[in-house]
């Protein structure tokens, strides 16, 4: 028999007049322009339309939420667990405005399987996956390909340094690609394949490429990593807001890639930055299907936000217009 897989995904609706009040009480420089960072898309409806849809298979879907809920969403479904910030976090770390905390502490969620699927909100599935997408032989499947961080001043440069530190002060580069050779090497990543090729020669691992999509993962590697660091991990868990010292969840997937605990796969989706230029090309991968998963990340604050927000909603509504038995 199959292992169950479940799904975690987070949450946070940036309109919650309650929410922003106690932002706004910790963080005296939460203004306007800090808010379009958690600004609702009114898409989520779409990724539970596509997990039923997609993924009929997944055993439980752990929402995890401030406290707030789309008004959309059915609570008694039974594959919803909705899990607020103080059922795994201590109370001493509460609340939390940063999504690193709850990363780090995933593995804690009441009831969580052994297998799960890390979703950020604006990761969608688009086309039917199996179970074997996520996970084979109990391995979770990814690609290992080299990268080379570049020092450019943002602070998500600076997480992945530290994440990569994590790994490169426990684990011998070497070693593990004796051990792995196939899996680091594997056809399956393409072209990709001549970047870690150029980048074998350094003693210590430069980093790993980053496809912003869905991440499988074992509770255990979770568990194995905080063995190991369970001073640094707590350290970001007790920050209630992003610093450029955290670590984030790439720490646990660089951790299970150094060491081959995973199996090669293909590339199964993209990330895309929302804006004029890419939204004719985000519709159409999103009602083509052309791409298993995609990302759609929010990251420019000029853009003529209601009118793509409203172009993105039409193309998911052509692609999934009945409602799925997670809405009212």
Request: aromatic share 14%; net charge neutral.
């Amino acid at each position: 028999m199959a292992e169950k897989i479940d799904f975690v995904v987070l949450w946070v609706d940036g309109k919650d007049p309650l929410w922003q009040k106690e932002k706004e009480k910790w963080d005296p420089n939460f203004n306007v322009d800090a808010k379009i960072r958690f600004r609702d898309w009114d898409n989520m409806q779409y990724w539970f339309r596509a997990v039923e849809k997609f993924t009929p298979w997944v055993n439980k879907i752990h929402f995890v939420t401030w406290g707030h809920l789309p008004k959309f969403l059915n609570k008694d479904h039974p594959k919803l667990h909705i899990t607020n910030h103080s059922d795994f976090l201590p109370k001493d770390v509460l609340p939390t405005f940063s999504c690193n905390p709850l990363e780090l502490n995933m593995h804690r969620i009441p009831g969580l399987e052994k297998q799960f699927v890390f979703f950020n909100d604006d990761m969608f599935i688009i086309k039917k996956l199996d179970e074997e997408t996520f996970f084979k032989n109990g391995k979770p499947c990814d690609q290992a390909i080299f990268n080379a961080l570049i020092p450019n001043g943002e602070q998500i440069f600076q997480f992945r340094a530290n994440d990569m530190a994590v790994v490169n002060k426990h684990i011998c580069k070497k070693d593990y690609i004796k051990k792995n050779f196939s899996k680091y090497y594997s056809l399956k990543y393409g072209r990709e394949l001549y970047r870690s090729i150029a980048l074998t020669p350094w003693n210590q691992f430069t980093g790993f490429c980053d496809d912003h999509l869905p991440i499988a993962y074992l509770k255990q590697t979770l568990e194995e990593v905080w063995d190991y660091e369970p001073e640094l991990l707590q350290e970001t868990t007790r920050n209630r807001f992003r610093t450029s010292m955290d670590v984030t969840n790439w720490v646990f997937r660089y951790w299970r890639l150094a060491k081959g605990d995973f199996v090669p796969c293909k590339n199964r989706g993209q990330l895309y930055e929302i804006n004029d230029d890419s939204i004719s090309e985000i519709e159409n991968v999103i009602t083509s299907q052309k791409k298993s998963m995609i990302c759609l990340n929010d990251s420019d604050p000029n853009m003529d936000f209601d009118t793509l927000k409203e172009r993105i909603k039409n193309a998911f509504e052509k692609l999934l217009p009945e409602k799925s038995s997670f809405e009212i």
